[in-house]
């Protein structure tokens, strides 16, 4: 239903960082807006080793672990769900909506449940939950062993499940000792790292690609999907109160204090100008432990007082459900194979002609691809890096995001972006600057291409020319 898309979108940061770790001898220059990232966490290191421990193709690897990282989610939902539902139909009502709701995007974030494909992000997910779990039932020796896992995949995001169980600790002392602690107290359970570094105006440039990180320049509908589930929570732990469902109703008084808090955060970092290298942070990705809390009561919920034993009622909910997100990402990306398994040719001809690079050109061939290239139309968001596993002068769109972390990369990122200012209208005269200067010896472009330059691949979307003899 939901399609796998091995490298879409964030696979252009994270996947050559693995690719380097198997091959050192790809990559030799520009490594910077992947590496930076890359070397924070130990997820390179984690599918690398699984690659050589299993003697695997690459491709297969990355398909079992997000086979791994959904099974796990589903897995510790139904943990979650066993702290809160006695009722087994309650508990498979939080999973079975969960599994139908996996895509779903977190408001105005640009981010989903689980992406459909392997990523940090996917891995700190699934170890949020049962340390979210594991909290909630008291062994908090355990639950700090999946919030170590998490921080060691991905540091950002362990914070968001970090501060719901610290969340969760605190309510409970103040329920046992109310004259101790006083009511506002969680409220500073929740916490943010304390990061500044000083911005410049070419970090300012970078995170015009990054609008989402401010939540002042979202949508209507994109602050509904961040202000709702505070009434939904408080709808939620009303019912839960009047049914003598503890846990359910403390963790939905959590959950509001936790939403509350962040969206705060998001508007004080959005606000000043002189805070915006804050957006790091990006706070409101906590949207997604919320998100995933209020699928497991919600669904849960439905189950056992809605759904219950009815075969026609779960019908009636789960059809139109997963059609609807099935034909949603299908749109998402109409020009790809829906499951892009690791032994099919790809169907898409960006990806096709990214194939033919990494099986035709030298190990250290250095590229240049349209700056926007992942929005180009039928391109489906395929990374380059990635699929490629060759060298390439930043791009505007992913490298402007690690950027966006990294600010420090901000002034290397802005001149090598610069350098391809005006990109539809290049000439072969401009490929040459960008030889002499950068070092570029080949590049991508979109068909039919440029005249004067000797294109030994086409297809009928990109045409992959050298730059010079």
């Known amino acids: 239903m939901h399609g796998y898309h091995p490298y879409a979108e964030d696979a252009e940061i994270y996947l050559p960082g693995v690719e ?20 924070l966490t130990l997820f390179s290191r984690l599918i690398a080793a699984s690659v050589r421990l299993s003697h695997l193709p690459f491709d297969y690897v990355l398909f ?3 086979l791994l990282s959904i099974f796990l989610l589903l897995l510790a ?51 949020g939950l049962f340390a979210v779990a594991r909290t909630i039932e008291g062994k908090l020796i355990r639950a700090g062993l999946w919030l170590a896992f998490a921080i060691v995949v991905h540091p950002l995001m362990v914070w968001f499940s970090l501060s719901f169980c610290l969340l969760w600790l605190v309510m409970i002392r103040i329920e046992n000792y109310p004259r101790l602690f006083p009511r506002a107290l969680p409220v500073t359970a929740v916490f943010l790292p304390n990061i500044f570094y000083p911005t410049s105006p070419a970090y300012h440039q970078a995170i015009h690609f990054h609008e989402n990180h401010y939540i002042l320049q979202w949508q209507w509908y994109e602050w509904l999907g961040a202000v709702a589930p505070l009434f939904i929570f408080w709808w939620l732990g009303r019912i839960a109160t009047s049914r003598r469902m503890a846990d359910v109703a403390r963790a939905c008084r959590a959950l509001i204090i936790y939403d509350f808090v962040y969206l705060v955060a998001a508007l004080v970092i959005s606000i000043p100008q002189r805070f915006e290298g804050l957006a790091r942070i990006q706070p409101l990705r906590s949207l997604l432990l919320l998100y995933l809390m209020l699928i ?10 809605i759904l219950k034993n009815h075969a026609w009622r779960w019908a009636v909910l789960f059809l139109p459900l997963c059609a609807g997100m099935f034909l949603a990402q299908r749109s998402l990306f109409p020009a790809s194979n829906h499951i ?84 539809t209208s290049f000439t072969a005269t401009d490929f040459l600057k960008l030889r002499e200067r950068y070092g570029v010896n080949w590049i991508a472009l979109q068909a039919p291409g440029v005249p004067g330059l000797t294109c030994p691949y086409r297809n009928s979307a990109v045409v992959v020319c050298r730059v010079g003899s």
Do not use: C
């Open 20 to 39: 380097k770790i198997l091959h050192p001898e790809l990559f030799p220059v520009h490594t910077e807006f992947f590496q930076t990232q890359g070397n």
């Open 64 to 66: 079992t672990w997000h």
């Open 77 to 127: 939902a139904w943990e979650v769900a066993s702290r809160f539902f006695q009722n087994t139909t309650a508990r498979w009502g939080a999973v079975t909506l969960l599994a139908a709701l996996l895509t779903l995007p977190l408001a105005g974030t640009a981010l989903y449940i689980m992406d459909q494909y392997v990523n940090p992000r996917n891995l700190a997910a699934f170890a």
């Open 296 to 305: 497991v009561i919600g669904g849960g919920l439905a189950a056992e007082y």
């Open 340 to 423: 892009e398994w690791p032994w099919a040719k790809p169907k898409n001809q960006w990806e096709e002609a990214f194939l033919w690079i990494r099986n035709n050109t030298p190990n250290n061939a250095v590229f240049a691809i349209d700056p926007v290239y992942i929005r180009i139309p039928g391109e489906d968001t395929v990374a380059f890096r990635p699929v490629a596993e060759r060298s390439s002068i930043a791009d505007g769109y992913k490298d402007s995001g690690t950027v966006s972390m990294f600010p420090p990369l901000a002034d290397l990122w802005w001149e090598q972006f610069q350098a391809e200012k005006n990109w």
